[in-house]
């Protein structure tokens, strides 16, 4: 398996991946999509279209309740915006490919803690199960505009 820059591959199958899992994460169209790559820090994905990961360090300009909530608590972080990888792609190690390359980019920038929210409600049972295998750790809870209660982690790398 290949990492490519996101910016790389096709976007109209990075869109249709992301609107298959907009429940768990929201929905983007092309313009959102560009300015989302364009102003993180990692954009990521996996060929032609089975996993994706988008993140934003602390200096971003980002409005997200969820990256502003990190924001004020935590001076130097990188946050995960969304990792979705395709329902006939799973099990198959891609999620943590990508998470590992972003850890791994993550300590050569610098920093030293990785940032995310999981969904509480609607629950993602299977995100919550990666997450505690990647050694993330709850810090904080919120109910966003939208309803969704969602439950925020970080990790710390050494």
Not at 1 to 12: F, G, I, R, S
Not at 85 to 105: P, S, V
Request: net charge neutral; proline share 4%.
């Amino acid at each position: 398996m290949e990492l490519k820059p996101l910016n790389t591959l096709d976007n109209d199958l990075i869109l249709s991946l992301n609107q298959d899992h907009k429940r768990e994460t929201s929905s983007l169209n092309h313009a959102e999509l560009e300015t989302m790559v364009s102003n993180a820090c990692y954009a990521y994905g996996i060929a032609p279209a089975q996993a994706f990961l988008i993140a934003f360090d602390e200096s971003a300009t980002y409005s997200s309740p969820n990256f502003t909530w990190f924001q004020d608590r935590y001076p130097s972080f990188v946050y995960i915006d969304r990792i979705i990888t395709a329902e006939n792609a799973r099990g198959k190690g891609l999620a943590r490919a990508l998470y590992e390359d972003l850890f791994k980019k993550t300590r050569a920038s610098g920093r030293d803690t990785i940032a995310c929210e999981v969904n509480i409600d609607p629950p993602n049972p299977g995100s919550d199960a990666f997450h505690a295998r990647m050694g993330f750790e709850q810090v904080g809870t919120a109910v966003l505009k939208n309803g969704k209660l969602v439950r925020y982690m970080v990790k710390k790398l050494l």
